[in-house]
């Protein structure tokens, strides 16, 4: 009964309305899900690809399809060249502003790539504090493969004049141009070496693993807004349907007991005028008695 009111003329608009919203809940619920499977798949790759063996950029080729490379460790045999090291500017990390240094690493067949090796805090920028920065010899170059990061809006990579060591983005072919080498058409992000501390400058972290839990959690979230509104815009229709219902048997009893006080005036007014009358009849005759 409640669902053949919901669809009268009375709550149709309402009730296409509330239909509408539940809609969008459940839309917004399956969105949550994707993006649950996402991250699950997402944490799926870079395990895997974190468990197998660092791919070394000085002996194998680099694949047709970077996608292959993607979150898997790589390393390189060859050294730092720190007279050609360059710093990327206005890097934030746990919101202090600094730069990242980044230092060619050079292989054999005068070949190198670029290595960002960390952040480091804005007082220690200078080039004067780049020496206390280097790695220690012979410690290990492992990291992950990362994408030349071209110029804005679509725009022509462009060499600078001159060689300069302040830079707003890793782009390979503008950066070429002052190098004495070839450089791989990537770069590489260099990732902290066991047991290192995370405070130890250059500042150094690993990819972390997605959270997909809070997208589920959301998405149950989404499903029961939408299972309430439903319930509650019936039992709201049903409410009102019972309050009109209520009023309509009212509106009945009501008449008949204003009949009922009309009848009972209509009778105390006809007893009075018989009262009325009967002492207007007793005054009469007791006048003439007086007179004899």
Known sequence: ?????????????????????????????????????????????????????????????????????????????????????????????????????????????NRAVLVARG?????????????????????????????????????????ADSAQREWYRIDIAAIQAQMPYSLEPVWIQQLPEPARPIDRLPVREEPMALDATTHMSYAVQWFSFAVIAGFGYVMFVRFKERQARLGERSADVFPLSAHARDVNEHRVAEQVTKADDGVVEASASAAPSKAA
């Open 119 to 159: 952040w480091v805090p804005a007082d220690r920028a200078d080039p004067r504090f780049w020496p206390e920065l280097e790695e220690p010899a012979g410690a290990p170059m492992i990291g992950l493969i990362r994408p030349s990061q071209a110029a804005p809006n679509g725009q022509i990579s462009v060499a």
């Open 1 to 109: 009964m409640v669902l053949l009111k919901l669809f009268s003329k009375k709550w149709i608009v309402f009730t296409l309305l509330v239909i509408a919203v539940m809609a969008l809940f459940v839309r917004l619920g399956f969105w949550q899900l994707d993006r649950y499977e996402q991250k699950r798949a997402y944490n799926a790759l870079l395990a895997q690809r974190w468990a197998q063996e660092p791919f070394n950029l000085s002996r194998e080729p680099l694949p047709a399809d970077l996608k292959e490379m993607e979150y898997r460790r790589v390393t390189a045999d060859g050294y730092f060249d720190y007279d050609h090291q360059i710093v990327l500017r206005g890097q934030v990390y746990r919101d202090a502003a600094g730069v990242v240094l980044v230092t060619p690493f050079v292989m054999d067949g």
